[in-house]
């Protein structure tokens, strides 16, 4: 048995992967980008999102026309950076969440947030504008968000021991007020009639809103980037406690402030996802676990890789809802689609892999 | 630790727990479920914080220490080694250099080094690559001793390491823990359930009971009938054993069932080639009184009582009864709170032992016979009848019985052994 392979091996692996990943994420992104009611040729949209890469245009020149820019650049660039942002954010809060909770079964809704921002949001579209001090465009999702981390939040204070925040308390509270935001939502709905057929939409994710607008994502990106960023400084403490938090504290992890830090910087992420897209499943469930059956349980290389697949799954998800190809006449909501495109490759992995998962 | 108290809720699980651990000891933690082992064990890590006094590692407290320096000394194995995830044994083993990598170190030459020497200890360095959900319970075990000396520990602490583990595994787990200590300078506290284990290699035993520390000191201290008896309700005898040098306990009965015990009653016990053998046994471990007679010394129910330190009347081999053998049988028979007279063959030679049972039931002594009156005569009489003959007339008696089994015996019996006025019945057999 090689010495070195933990050396230089592994980071080598580590690092092919991560570049592998990236790769395929600016393929998708180049096609999407490519696709839409102004065709772009793919090289073109390669070359504009290399482009935006601060230096580019001077050292390689630019083989594309000022026009398709401004379209790429104004229109569609925007959808594509939520779509990475949240599909990024989704993945490694999902990941961080079954590493803590030590259940390959946890996702990044476990603790309420979905529901609560659910509520806050839908409750944003459907109330009078003039109730509400802010602007209607940014109503919507400062409201998802405060009601989302509220939701975690009073999850946490009725999980909370002596101290502690017990796990299997956490996941205990966050399906039973859960169920509780569900309810007042889908009540909502119903009182709502017309209108609500367009809160139903955003509910189940769709990143239309985004459609030509910055504003979101300049709000977003900089909150989902440092959370994702702290949240990898954590990696090996997340592997510790994967084997159990006792056993972490043994092994001289402070246990209780771990926890509560990534609790924090997964939920915040999580919820200006959610605030941005609506609530999109099977993302932060399926993508993690699928990533584990392909790189490992190690959350130094799980972690950026489930950053980077989840934004590829959703950066060719909502291609394929641009593209009208499912639904001509309007847009599917993006959930429909994570699920249906993403469930067969998680079967395929789980068919071929030997490793024992769970 | 001085004085420690530790409180579930409104249950003390520990009161009053006072213990100093020198360097190098092997110390034995041990007490019956419930006793707050565990949770001694979890008050000395860190995990509980007790309610009263304080736990003490090298004069620090180590509720005061950050979790990364308290793991730099001392080094846990725990019960439970289930997995969720998959990680290789060397990444497990691995995990073992955190405290002294911190949050954002990277892992070096220094810590492999560090890593293969404890799996090479342990003898599990063969195994660095394969899923840790792989391997059997013994190798699982020693990967996590792995991973606690990869932490270089000067103390360490297993919970239970045995207790799943193939009898082969414990010993092998048990010579390796003494050898590190020996060779690495440990120090070793291990919550044992296993009394034996314990005897045989720790320096120290702590027995528990009910929160409070029951007894202190070395093996020989700790471990005495008294007060095992007292702790765990179980009648043990302690012996020596002869080749390992060291103490065994082997347990007797339970309290419970010691029903002689408050009577002390007597049973003088008629039997025969071996028939003997596992009703004294019986008899002995319920704490009776017990003589035999009378058997040859070649016969197996000789060497049973001599084993058991029971007296017993004995008889010349291929002798018959003489009469001395004889009176000294009556004797012990009339002395007796009961008899057994068991399914043994009989010949000319102990055709007196049946006489001996006629002459105590008469006297309204309670005779038990532990025989199958139907085929007696035919299996068991090899005296021309006249055995069988003895038997009808002691049956007459309402204070002689018949049972299949020692147990239905005992049950049949008045344990307050009095003497019934012996009666006769007008039907000879009465089954």
């Not at chain 2, 001599?306 to 012990?332: H, M, Q, T, W």
């Amino acid at each position: 048995m090689n010495k070195r392979r933990l050396g230089l091996g592994r980071a080598a692996r580590w690092s092919l992967t991560v570049l592998f990943l990236t790769l395929l994420l600016f393929i998708c992104s180049a096609l999407s980008i490519s696709i839409g009611s102004a065709k772009t040729a793919l090289i073109d949209a390669a070359g504009i999102l290399l482009g935006q890469i601060p230096g580019f245009k001077q050292v390689f020149g630019a083989w594309w026309s000022e026009t398709q820019e401004v379209i790429v650049v104004q229109l569609r660039l925007p959808r594509l950076v939520s779509a990475i942002l949240v599909g990024a954010a989704l993945a490694i809060s999902g990941a961080v969440f079954q590493g803590m909770f030590r259940n390959p079964l946890a996702d990044p809704y476990v603790l309420g947030i979905a529901s609560g921002a659910g509520l806050g949001g839908v409750a944003a579209m459907l109330l009078s504008p003039s109730l509400l001090p802010i602007g209607l465009v940014y109503t919507r999702p400062f409201m998802a968000s405060v009601t989302g981390l509220f939701t975690i939040f009073i999850v946490y204070m009725v999980a909370r021991t002596g101290g502690r925040v017990p796990v299997l308390r956490l996941v205990l509270a966050g399906v039973a007020i859960s169920s509780l935001m569900s309810a007042l939502t889908m009540q909502l709905l119903f009182f709502a009639g017309e209108r609500g057929h367009m809160a139903l939409a955003w509910l189940f994710g769709s990143f239309a809103i985004v459609e030509g607008k910055w504003d979101y994502v300049e709000v977003a990106a900089p909150v989902i980037l440092t959370c994702s960023t702290l949240i990898l400084l954590f990696s090996r403490e997340l592997n510790i406690m994967a084997m159990g938090e006792e056993q972490a504290k043994h092994l001289g992890v402070d246990v209780e402030a771990v926890k509560k830090a990534l609790l924090t910087l997964a939920s915040i992420a999580t919820a200006a996802a959610v605030a941005i897209s609506g609530v999109i499943g099977f993302v932060g469930l399926i993508v993690p676990h699928a990533m584990r059956l392909v790189v490992g349980p190690d959350h130094r290389i799980l972690l950026p890789s489930s950053a980077l697949a989840g934004a590829t799954l959703l950066v060719v998800c909502d291609t394929l809802i641009r593209a009208r190809i499912m639904a001509p006449a309007s847009e599917l909501p993006i959930g429909t689609i994570t699920a249906m495109l993403g469930c067969p490759f998680f079967l395929y992995l789980l068919i071929k892999s030997r490793r024992v998962v769970i | 630790m001085c004085g420690v108290e530790f409180a579930y809720d409104a249950v003390k699980a520990l009161d009053g727990v006072s213990l100093a651990v020198d360097e190098g000891e092997f110390l034995g933690l041990l007490g019956p479920n419930g006793s707050g082992k565990t949770t001694l064990l979890r008050c000395l890590t860190g995990i509980l914080k007790p309610k009263v006094g304080a736990v003490l590692l090298d004069g620090r407290e180590v509720l005061s220490m950050k979790a990364a320096e308290v793991a730099k000394k001392m080094a846990v194995v725990p019960q439970d080694t289930t997995t969720t995830f998959d990680f290789t044994v060397l990444d497990v083993v691995l995990m073992g250099r955190h405290p002294h990598l911190g949050r954002l170190g990277r892992e070096t030459e220094k810590d492999l080094e560090a890593v293969q020497r404890a799996m090479k200890l342990t003898g599990v360095w063969h195994l660095a690559d394969r899923s840790i959900n792989e391997l059997s319970g013994g190798e699982k075990q020693r990967v996590f001793i792995a991973r606690a000396l990869a932490q270089e520990p000067k103390v360490l602490l297993l919970d239970e390491p045995t207790t799943h583990l193939d009898l082969n595994h414990q010993l092998e787990i048990m010579d390796l823990l003494e050898k590190l200590r020996a060779e690495q300078e440990l120090t070793i506290i291990a919550v044992l359930h296993d009394l034996n284990l314990a005897a045989r290699y720790c320096s120290q035993l702590v027995l528990m009971s009910h929160g409070r520390i029951r007894a202190m000191g070395p093996v020989e201290e700790v471990l005495r009938e008294d007060i095992i008896r007292e702790v765990y309700g179980v009648e043990v005898e302690v012996r020596k054993h002869p080749i390992t040098g060291s103490l065994y306990v082997v347990p007797l009965s339970t309290m419970k069932s010691r029903r002689a015990a408050k009577t002390k009653m007597r049973v003088h016990v008629i039997c025969g080639g071996g028939t003997g053998t596992p009703v004294l046994r019986k008899l002995v471990m319920e704490g009776f009184e017990v003589s035999v007679g009378v058997v040859s010394v070649l016969d197996s129910d000789y060497e049973a009582a001599r084993a058991l330190g029971v007296k017993v009347i004995a008889e010349a081999p291929f002798s018959p009864i003489s009469d001395e053998a004889y009176i000294r049988n009556l004797e012990a028979a009339t002395e007796a709170d009961l008899i057994v007279v068991t399914d043994a063959p009989y010949g000319r030679g102990n055709l007196r032992n049946l006489e001996v049972a006629l002459r105590a039931a008469s006297q309204g002594i309670k005779v038990g016979l532990l025989i199958d009156y139907k085929s007696f005569p035919s299996t068991r009489d090899f005296t021309g009848g006249e055995a069988t003959k003895l038997l009808r007339e002691s049956l007459k008696y309402n204070n002689v019985f018949v049972a299949n089994t020692v147990e239905d015996l005992m049950r049949g019996v008045n344990l307050k052994g009095e003497r019934a006025e012996p009666r006769l019945t007008s039907e000879a057999s009465r089954l």
